[in-house]
T-cell receptor
C-alpha cells in the first residue's frame, strides 16, 4: 500500500464546477504539500499545510491530522486549472535540515469550457 | 528572487555523450534536491544536498554525478546514459532550518532525451 493515496486519479469537470481532490496518508507527517504540474512543465507549489485550512484565490486546502486526510478544493473551475495535482507529504528527515517528500500518484484534472 | 532556474530546458544526447544539467537559486536556501520524473509518474528523489554536502543518494547509478559547487548552484553531470534515463529532471531547493519541514520550491525541469 502506498503511503500517500490520492483520489480520483482522473477528473473531468465543466467550467464553473466546484472540484475536490482528496489525499490520504498512512503515517505521521510533519507537513503536507499540494503541488500543480501542467503538461510537460515544472512543478508549482500551491500550499504547504501542517494543520487547519489555507486559501489562495479560488483554491482552498484543508487537512485533518487525526484522520490523516487532506482535500484540495477549486471553486469556479476554469480550463486553465487543467493540470496534474500532486499531494506530497514530508515524512523522513534527511539530516542537516532537509526533508524528503513522499508523493502521491497525482490527479489529472481536465476542465472543459 | 523567489525562483529556481534550470538549464537547459531541453537536452538530447547520445549514449556516449557527456553533458551537465544546471540548477540555480538565489533564495539563500541551503538544501537542494534532484528529482527524476518519468511520464505520468510522480517525481522520484535522486540526491539531496544540505549545506553543500551530499546527504542523500537514493541508490542512483554512477552515470549520474551530482555536484554542489556553492550554496546557489547544483549541477548534475551525465555520462554514458541509457535510453531509459530519458525523463524530466527537476531541481528543488528549501531552507534547511532543521526543526520542521521547509517548503520545497521546484524549477521548471530539464526534459532529457537519450538516443
Amino acid at each position: 500500500k502506498n503511503e500517500v493515496e490520492q483520489s480520483p486519479q482522473n477528473l473531468t469537470a465543466q467550467e464553473g464546477e466546484f472540484i475536490t481532490i482528496n489525499c490520504s496518508y498512512s503515517v505521521g507527517i510533519s507537513a503536507l504539500h499540494w503541488l500543480q504540474q501542467h503538461p510537460g512543465g515544472g512543478i508549482v507549489s500551491l500550499f504547504m499545510l501542517s494543520s487547519g485550512k489555507k486559501k489562495h484565490g479560488r483554491l482552498i486546502a484543508t487537512i485533518n491530522i487525526q484522520e490523516k486526510h487532506s482535500s484540495l478544493h477549486i471553486t469556479a473551475s476554469h480550463p486553465r486549472d487543467s493540470a496534474v495535482y500532486i499531494c506530497a507529504v514530508s515524512i523522513a528527515y534527511s539530516g542537516a535540515g532537509s526533508y524528503q517528500l513522499t508523493f502521491g500518484k497525482g490527479t489529472k484534472l481536465s476542465v472543459i469550457p | 528572487d523567489t525562483e529556481v532556474t534550470q538549464t537547459p530546458k531541453h537536452l538530447v544526447m547520445g549514449m556516449t555523450n557527456k553533458k551537465s544539467l544546471k540548477c540555480e537559486q538565489h533564495m539563500g536556501h541551503r538544501a537542494m534536491y534532484w528529482y527524476k520524473q518519468k511520464a505520468k509518474k510522480p517525481p522520484e528523489l535522486m540526491f539531496v544536498y544540505s549545506y553543500e554536502k551530499l546527504s542523500i543518494n537514493e541508490s542512483v547509478p554512477s552515470r549520474f554525478s551530482p555536484e554542489c559547487p556553492n550554496s546557489s548552484l547544483l549541477n548534475l553531470h551525465l555520462h554514458a546514459l541509457q535510453p531509459e534515463d530519458s525523463a524530466l529532471y527537476l531541481c528543488a531547493s528549501s531552507q534547511a532550518s532543521g526543526n520542521s519541514y521547509n517548503e520545497q520550491f521546484f524549477g521548471p525541469g530539464t526534459r532529457l532525451t537519450v538516443l
